[in-house]
T-cell receptor
Framework: AQSVTQLDSHVSVSEGTPVLLRCNYS??????LFWYVQHPNKGLQLLLK??????LVKGINGFEAEFKKSETSFHLTKPSAHMSDAAEYFC????????????FGTGTRLQVFP | DVKVTQSSRYLVKRTGEKVFLECVQD?????MFWYRQDPGLGLRLIYF???????EKGDIPEGYSVSREKKERFSLILESASTNQTSMYLC?????????????FGPGTRLTVT
């Protein structure tokens, strides 16, 4: 069965330092993967998506993610955190059985300290 | 810009009440979805719909039903609310199309059942 595992439930960084949010996926097929962000009391917004094109994917707000098939990973990074990045981040894989079904990770809450 | 709106941001209901959560999208999307979000569990799919009057069960449909009488509107119904249905409910929509997997989310309704 497909799944995604977000390895950290909470990550804390100082403003201006790099951000790394880790995600591993489990899939027998070449997956389609997303990262979504949810700011407090808001809906989910798509940050970036991988659909088997370039393995390094650039998203909004300076975020990027690299698809590594050998490591079954899709980690989200940003070179320099901003206070406005504080939010919850979800790694998502598209079900190969039903492409209407998004399989969500349990989320990583990012805190950014001044 | 795709807009998905939900009728209430916060709702408090009593056990046993019938509860309606409404979702409207303005982009003529064929597919609409209802999720619930709980801490540590990510998002779980309750029901989805491919078209007017069509519905499909997701992963956790028990205790819920849905209605889609118009393309732009998808309603989630709790026939007899229970305290274990206290949660954040998120609606999403997506157009039909090859590799059009991205879902667009509403802001959510935080439901408390007392």
């Amino acid at each position: 069965a497909q799944s995604v595992t977000q390895l950290d439930s909470h990550v804390s960084v100082s403003e201006g330092t790099p951000v790394l949010l880790r995600c591993n996926y489990s899939s027998s097929y070449s997956p389609s993967l997303f990262w979504y962000v949810q700011h407090p009391n808001k809906g989910l917004q798509l940050l970036l998506k991988y659909t088997s094109a370039a393995t390094l994917v650039k998203g909004i707000n300076g975020f990027e993610a690299e698809f590594k098939k050998s490591e079954t990973s899709f980690h989200l990074t940003k070179p320099s955190a901003h206070m406005s990045d504080a939010a919850e981040y979800f790694c998502v894989v598209i079900s190969v059985v039903n492409t209407d079904k998004l399989i969500f990770g349990t989320g990583t809450r990012l805190q950014v300290f001044p | 810009d795709v807009k998905v709106t939900q009728s209430s941001r916060y709702l408090v209901k009593r056990t046993g009440e019938k509860v309606f959560l409404e979702c409207v999208q303005d982009m003529d999307h064929e597919n609409m979805f209802w999720y619930r979000q709980d801490p540590g569990l990510g998002l779980r799919l309750i029901y989805f719909s491919y078209d007017v009057k069509m519905k499909e069960k997701g992963d956790i449909p028990e205790g819920y039903s849905v209605s889609r009488e118009k393309k732009e509107r998808f309603s989630l119904i709790l026939e007899s609310a229970s305290t274990n249905q206290t949660s954040m409910y998120l609606c999403a929509s997506r157009p039909t199309g090859f590799r059009n997997y991205e879902q667009y989310f509403g802001p959510g309704t935080r439901l408390t059942v007392t």
